[in-house]
């Protein structure tokens, strides 16, 4: 394969990749089809096996994709911040427990979206190593927003709490049909976390 080919099927594999992590953190694992996850990548089904030997392991390398985006995102928020990583947290917790993160769970935090599914996978446990490393590289940046004068271990353990809390309010707030309630849930979390 030439080297303009080779780089074209791997534009290809990270659209797949990139269309199947929004796909399926909308639908879950088993609602999502191949057919659909290849429309949204814009290739044709048949190409799917050219990539991927099963739907199963793109779901752990969109589930990583999604994750790695996440993570990133916030770290990068982190490097670049100048008032100190309290803003950032601020900024963070402020937008993931709002209503628009809440009514975007494609395109939102894999770890809400993607929970029932790692809590379901029953036969290789791939996709729960990935959504469990993922949980971890999330923790781990949101250790970095929690003040530095705290020993290690309790800023470990406040950002555990922080990010149980986070998806634990989205997952609720989601699975309500009350929308009332639903912002009373993300408005507890949030004042909650922010410590107003």
């Given at each position: 394969?030439?080297?303009?080919?080779?780089?074209?099927?791997?534009?290809?594999?990270?659209?797949?990749?990139?269309?199947?992590?929004?796909?399926?953190?909308?639908?879950?694992?088993?609602?999502?089809?191949?057919?659909?996850?290849?429309?949204?990548?814009?290739?044709?089904?048949?190409?799917?096996?050219?990539?991927?030997?099963?739907?199963?392991?793109?779901?752990?390398?969109?589930?990583?994709?999604?994750?790695?985006?996440?993570?990133?995102?916030?770290?990068?928020?982190?490097?670049?911040?100048?008032?100190?990583?309290?803003?950032?947290?601020?900024?963070?917790?402020?937008?993931?427990?709002?209503?628009a993160h809440?009514?975007?769970?494609?395109?939102?935090?894999?770890?809400?979206?993607?929970?029932?599914?790692?809590?379901?996978?029953?036969?290789?446990?791939?996709?729960?190593?990935?959504?469990?490393?993922?949980?971890?590289?999330?923790?781990?940046?949101?250790?970095?927003?929690?003040?530095?004068?705290?020993?290690?271990?309790?800023?470990?353990?406040?950002?555990?709490?922080?990010?149980?809390?986070?998806?634990?309010?989205?997952?609720?707030?989601?699975?309500?049909?009350?929308?009332?309630?639903?912002?009373?849930?993300?408005?507890?979390?949030?004042?909650g976390l922010?410590?107003?």
């Amino acid at each position: 394969m030439g080297r303009s080919s080779r780089q074209k099927a791997d534009l290809n594999r990270d659209s797949v990749v990139a269309g199947a992590s929004r796909v399926i953190r909308e639908r879950g694992i088993e609602k999502s089809g191949i057919a659909e996850i290849m429309r949204e990548a814009g290739l044709t089904h048949g190409a799917f096996y050219s990539h991927f030997e099963s739907k199963d392991m793109l779901a752990v390398e969109a589930c990583e994709y999604a994750f790695k985006v996440a993570t990133e995102h916030w770290n990068t928020l982190l490097d670049a911040a100048e008032q100190g990583n309290g803003e950032v947290r601020t900024k963070v917790l402020e937008r993931y427990l709002s209503a628009a993160h809440r009514d975007q769970p494609r395109t939102g935090c894999p770890g809400a979206a993607l929970a029932s599914d790692s809590i379901r996978e029953t036969q290789t446990d791939h996709f729960r190593t990935a959504y469990t490393a993922g949980i971890n590289g999330m923790t781990d940046a949101v250790e970095r927003m929690m003040p530095p004068t705290l020993s290690k271990k309790a800023r470990r353990q406040r950002a555990l709490l922080t990010v149980a809390t986070m998806l634990g309010a989205v997952t609720l707030a989601r699975a309500t049909r009350d929308h009332e309630f639903s912002d009373e849930i993300l408005d507890a979390a949030r004042q909650g976390l922010l410590g107003h």
